[in-house]
């Protein structure tokens, strides 16, 4: 009993059997005696066939104009859900973005909420009706409609959890919750019952995108419990949590990232100040440095090399290319052919021979580790791109998680 | 120079190359000077598709819910026709109803205009930029989002035009104007210059349904001229105004409609109330009732005939059936297979040789004329069905349109 905010992603919705399969999950939450709100994504590729439909006219459309025509995408899918309940013999009303008090800032096509009015959702949860909102939508202050960007859906399910002091938020997706290792590479990958913030965010971080680190980031902040889940299977999912219980498990979660690069700077001058250079000119282009290494100095030069995001790669090797009077360096190099693998878990930084356990399993499958970072809850490699599965699955072998 | 609004079907816009085509026609009438409105209806089958994908899921979904769904027709139609008009390298905004400030009733579905907040509107005017405004649809003043019925679009246009005191109201269709026939029917069919609104009205009712009654009515009620001219060729169309100037033409079109049925009352009492009963209770149901026909009593009752929509036949039927009691009648006989014939023209009150010509072609033609009626601007004829295209024609022939 209380207030359950639950959200369904493009392919739970994207045709009328799957529709009444989530007004089925609706209703049953509701009979069981609670208030719900539920956040709907746009069905299956009508996202992708708006874009179409708008590149066959200009390819280079104001994004402006751009989310007034994504935010329909949501708006079909919240008419044909009520439609559903309704069915079923339900009290239900659908709200748009503008209509759930969604006011966002200005940044067409990935708008951050500011906040919601939530007089109207109160106010129709207050008369016993089921809720539901379009996801990934807004509007600014000048009442023109904005969309939230990648992952956007789970932010507002986890906004309007925030804001309306929910007891829960269930994000139902195609998979059944969060592993310990990708389930179609790792036999033995294990589902979690819990896994707190922190650890949530390391591991969407490097791949294991089953929830936007917006999202987390977010019910971090308002400590709001969130729940991964199947929205095919009834089963208990992944709850995402502040702090989880003690459990056996060292680590939470062996993930690989192969969309980062790897930028060398080669024969670098051996001067104060270099490196604020370099990360300081890549930082003013917002682009993230991840793992760095650098040499030490053999005669009056050295090597730098750091890992950035795949799509940055481009840009990155741009601004390095602006520093070279600075840098005097024999050469930068660039390799993509590079994957990173990383093992997470709140209770590594106390256990010294993680990392050690870590590298063993590595070295025994013959693999080589180019670059090495960790932090209070995670352990990064850099490895060759060929090598990465079967490193994961060497790592979750050694760890038996 | 001055303000225009311009307004677009929905096969005005059915692909890329259509909505490139109405950019160009907006564009060239605001590089000449004018400031530009712009309304547009949803895209070709977008309407039928989404009303197929409701009922999937539940053919008696509420008329809220429905709004909802189908006012996403009309949004995507403006953000596609804005960025048409972005890569023209004109300034543009697109605006939803709720953002053009079009306030109506509650009656999800069919829904009439209260207001229009127009601020947003004059706002993005005085910037300069043209404007592309979502017809058909609006919200109420619970901020849910309704839908004005058959010929909305055409209604929103008038509507703004009225509000914003535009100099010209121009509806593009796939027709070059209003013609004294239907042109797929009789040879010599004319395109007329102008028209004025009652005759519009007449015209419309019969069945020439370029222009819905709602636009035409809220034209006349506000002065707004009309303009009604083809989205494909660049050439002028049919102005509806006032008054217009006068002309050798007497009539100004003949039309059919098929979409009539005749009931026949006969052998009822002939006693004073009688007809008061009858049309009363059929103006309860809203029926409208057209050609009546009452014999003259030969014994102690009298036969009444009368048309009324074919829609709207059954339901007609019914309250003659609970009226049983009172009329006493003899039989009660129903007739679809029966087309109304009609002349429009503002001259044909004072003119007695109108009529007699129209019955004379009738008659050369060898067509039975079942009921007539005459109002200041029209005369109207029952015949059989099979006669109607050939009793066009004659009449069309007699008055040398």
Not at 77 to 82: E, N, P, Q
Not at 128 to 155: C, E, H, K, P
Not at 228 to 248: A, H, I, R, W
Not at 287 to 312: C, E, H, W, Y
Request: contains cysteine; negative net charge.
């Amino acid at each position: 009993m209380g207030l359950i905010v639950q959200k369904f992603g493009g392919s739970s919705v994207r045709d009328a059997g799957r529709i009444m399969n989530v007004a089925k999950t609706v209703t049953d939450t509701y009979a069981a005696g609670n208030s719900v709100m539920v956040v709907v994504s746009a069905q299956g590729d009508t996202t992708d066939e708006l874009i179409e439909k708008a590149h066959e006219i200009n390819p280079k459309a104001s994004k402006r104009e751009m989310d007034v025509l994504l935010s329909t995408g949501e708006q079909i899918s919240i008419a044909l859900l009520a439609m559903a309940i309704e069915k079923l013999g339900y009290p239900v009303k659908s709200l748009t973005g503008w209509q759930a008090g969604f006011v966002t800032d200005s940044t067409h096509g990935n708008s951050r909420i500011r906040h919601i009015n939530k007089e109207r959702l109160t106010n129709e949860l207050d008369k016993g009706n089921i809720v539901i909102v379009a996801g990934f939508q807004g509007v600014n202050r000048y009442d023109d409609i904005t969309t939230l960007g990648r992952g956007g859906s789970d932010t507002s399910a986890v906004a309007l959890a925030a804001v309306c002091h929910a007891n829960l938020c269930q994000i139902y997706t195609d998979v059944d919750g969060i592993y310990t290792a990708d389930p179609r590479l790792v036999k033995s990958a294990r589902k979690l019952d819990e896994i707190s913030y922190d650890e949530m965010l390391e591991l969407a971080s490097l791949g294991a995108q089953v929830l936007h680190n917006r999202s987390v980031e977010m019910a971090k902040k308002y400590n709001v419990p969130l729940e991964v889940l199947s929205s095919l299977e009834k089963k208990p999912g992944t709850v995402v949590k502040e702090v989880t219980d003690v459990e056996k498990l060292l680590i939470k979660g062996v993930a690989k990232d192969n969309r980062v690069a790897r930028l060398s700077i080669i024969g670098v001058q051996d001067v104060p100040g270099i490196a604020f250079k370099i990360f300081s000119a890549l930082a003013a282009r917002k682009i993230n440095v991840d793992i760095i290494l650098q040499s030490i100095g053999r005669d009056d030069t050295k090597d730098i090399a750091f890992t950035v995001p795949l799509d940055d790669k481009e840009e990155a090797l741009e601004v390095l290319d602006g520093l070279h009077k600075v840098l005097k360096a024999h050469e930068i190099l660039s390799d993509d052919n590079v994957t990173k693998v990383s093992i997470v878990g709140a209770g590594m930084a106390t256990n010294p021979g993680v990392a050690a356990k870590m590298f063993e399993a590595l070295a025994d499958a013959n693999i080589n580790i180019q670059m090495i970072s960790t932090s209070e809850i995670k352990i990064s490699v850099l490895i060759e791109k060929k090598d990465a599965d079967r490193a994961v699955a060497a790592i979750h072998e050694a760890f038996a998680v």
